[in-house]
């Protein structure tokens, strides 16, 4: 049987394939503690989940717009203004089916074969892939200051077939918030050399720094070359809701809806509406969401506390998201119980096998030095995990 030969090139996420093979392992009967998924552990709340069966009970079930219910876009775009300062009207949003589908609307309505995208050093997993799906190329930019990648190293790997960079701030994985001083002297690259800027701003209401995310699109000179993605997974706690979105210039909207057209027609009309109701009771449940952050806060800083001393182990302080991105180039060519660490596969197969934890290997993200944990987790469980760590660290010889 022969497959598509694009198809055969592109690798399973690794993030979800990692927590498949948790749950498969917990199923099983092993006490497995999963560090490696990337979804809060809060549930969707009680008002949200009110809207979404008032949706059904009102027969709002059938097709909608391509681009989403107008109240829906309406209130996106308003959010939009008052969180990032972004200009527009309903025609400048359109609704997807999760923040993964609107980056690859707008890779696809903006991309050629041939064409080249540049991605900052870590980052998330599916850019890549993506990528290749739509026959284009990555070039990777590796950065020593994540919170301050290089500009002119920037200028540098851009060539004549750069067609557009991708930002996710804060990361995943690493949690970082890039500077306003970035921002602004990326903004000016932009708009000298004329290409696209991604913004993936799904984790930007997860934030523990004073200073607010600074959003590219606000800045009047890129605003016709920025897209901006965001959804509610994160925030909302409604990740198998599947509902994301994209703020861009109103022809590049047009262009993600023609084709969103023939691949999914609407975003699911229930979910919608459930979304339009967070918004617009969004100020009554603010404590809510304040208490969430606040509880993702004091895990990071349990993690910061018990690893922080432990010479093995080097990491980057996140500002937001929940995640930590943590070096463990120290364990490279040791060994527990006669096997070897020589790299981030290693390192996460033998601390499953040895302690029972799923991490996920920071070559996923484009770093093999590195792994990445979810915080999104208990805290008593999240403490375990972090003594069975320990644990592992000290009988590497």
Not at 71 to 97: H, Q, S, Y
Not at 320 to 337: C, E, H, S, V, W
Not at 343 to 348: E, L
Request: some cysteine.
């Amino acid at each position: 049987m022969k497959l598509s030969n694009v198809l055969n090139s592109i690798s399973e996420s690794q993030t979800l394939k990692i927590s498949s093979k948790a749950k498969k392992l917990k199923n099983e009967g092993k006490d497995i503690i999963d560090l490696s998924v990337g979804e809060p552990d809060f549930n969707t709340p009680d008002y949200i989940k009110k809207a979404a069966i008032n949706a059904i009970d009102n027969n709002f079930t059938t097709y909608t717009d391509v681009a989403g219910i107008e109240p829906l876009r309406k209130a996106i775009m308003e959010n939009l203004r008052l969180l990032d300062n972004l200009e527009g009207d309903e025609n400048n949003i359109i609704v997807t089916n999760g923040a993964k589908e609107a980056i690859y609307l707008a890779l696809k309505s903006i991309l050629d074969p041939g064409d080249e995208v540049l991605l900052l050093d870590p980052y998330f997993t599916s850019y890549p892939e993506m990528i290749k799906l739509l026959y284009a190329n990555q070039k990777i930019i590796k950065s020593t200051d994540p919170k301050n990648p290089s500009i002119k190293q920037i200028e540098d790997n851009i060539t004549n077939k750069t067609k557009c960079i991708i930002i996710c701030s804060p990361s995943n994985p690493t949690g970082i918030i890039y500077s306003n001083d970035f921002i602004r002297g990326l903004a000016k690259l932009i708009y000298k050399k004329n290409i696209f800027i991604i913004s993936d701003q799904i984790y930007e209401e997860i934030n523990y720094s004073k200073n607010n995310n600074f959003s590219i699109g606000s800045i009047k000179s890129v605003k016709d070359l920025t897209i901006t993605i965001n959804g509610f997974s994160k925030t909302y706690s409604m990740t198998g809701w599947r509902i994301g979105y994209a703020h861009a210039n109103k022809e590049i909207i047009k262009s993600m809806k023609k084709m969103k057209s023939h691949i999914s027609s609407n975003t699911n009309t229930i979910s919608q509406y459930a979304a339009l109701e967070a918004l617009e009771k969004k100020n009554e449940n603010i404590n809510l969401f304040k208490q969430r952050i606040k509880t993702f806060e004091k895990r990071r800083d349990l993690i910061i506390d018990l690893l922080k001393k432990n010479n093995m182990l080097k990491l980057i302080v996140p500002e937001g998201a929940f995640y930590m991105f943590i070096d463990i180039r120290k364990t490279f060519g040791k060994k527990i119980r006669s096997q070897s660490i020589n790299n981030d596969i290693d390192f996460c197969n033998l601390i499953l096998q040895e302690k029972e934890i799923a991490l996920t290997p920071g070559s996923a993200f484009g770093n093999s030095n590195y792994i990445r944990i979810s915080y999104a987790i208990k805290e008593e469980q999240l403490r375990e995990a972090l003594n069975r760590m320990l644990d592992f660290i000290n009988e590497i010889k």
